[in-house]
């Protein structure tokens, strides 16, 4: 059996620590001057972790396993797309995923991924992804644009903005789900418990609509009537 270390020390961790998204383990009393802006794995003093376009860190747990490149970015997208189809969403047309510096969404707010769409039509003309996440966040957060596009190409006439984002952010956690790693349980989690207003509530709200109802119901009435049954 693999013994536990400190991602700082590498000793075995004393009796306070703190466990990565990653599943990494971290003694306490280190302390935290930066952290991964992925796993929040601490950062010791001194250490060249990578650095991202808008200077955040990511460690090297996150970095083994980052979509940095188009190239890269190609690799991830069959096997995602054909874990959606598995899943029930399947795009009507094909639609290209384009990994980005940056991404600027609403009142100049950042996000970490775009669905570009013609407005009152079911044409979908891209989908733009952050680069330089974990091969988990990219996946998560495509998986959710392919929701914006699959409701784009339906027609569904869903106007609520909470109702479009909890369905895309089911289609996240559904994802998630298949994947069985510490990050993926963890991002899962945390979609759970987000208190974001517009994305938590949501995600709670339709997936309270799926344990109901069952997720076919929810989606045909959503395609539908733009309304939860």
């Known amino acids: 059996m693999r013994r536990v270390r400190c991602t700082w020390c590498g000793h075995p961790p004393r009796t306070s620590y703190e466990i990565s998204l990653q599943g990494e383990f971290t003694c306490v009393d280190h302390g935290a001057p930066s952290r991964c802006t992925l796993c ?26 980052a979509v940095d490149t188009q190239e890269q970015a190609r690799r991830h997208i069959p096997v995602l797309r054909a874990d959606m189809a598995a899943l029930g969403i399947t795009l009507t047309r094909r639609v290209r995923v384009t990994l980005v510096d940056t991404i600027e969404h609403g009142a100049g707010s950042a996000t970490l991924g775009l669905t570009h769409h013609i407005e009152n039509t079911t044409d979908v003309l891209g989908i733009d992804v952050l680069g330089g996440l974990t091969g988990t966040h990219f996946g998560r957060v495509l998986a959710h ?31 998630l789900k298949k ?38 119901a929810v989606l045909a009435e959503l395609c539908a009537t733009g309304v939860l049954p």
């Open 40 to 65: 929040h794995r601490p950062c010791p003093p001194h250490v060249r972790w990578h650095r991202l376009a808008d200077g955040a860190r990511r460690c090297p747990t996150c970095s083994a396993d």
């Open 145 to 175: 644009e392919i929701g914006h596009a699959w409701l784009v190409q339906q027609g569904a006439p869903v106007r609520d903005l909470v109702l479009v984002e909890g369905t895309c952010e089911l289609f996240a956690a559904a994802w």
């Open 179 to 216: 994947q069985r790693t510490p990050l993926a349980t963890a991002l899962r989690t945390a979609m759970a418990t987000n208190q974001h207003p517009t994305y938590g509530t949501g995600y709670r709200l339709v997936r309270g609509a799926v344990a109901q109802h069952g997720i076919r």
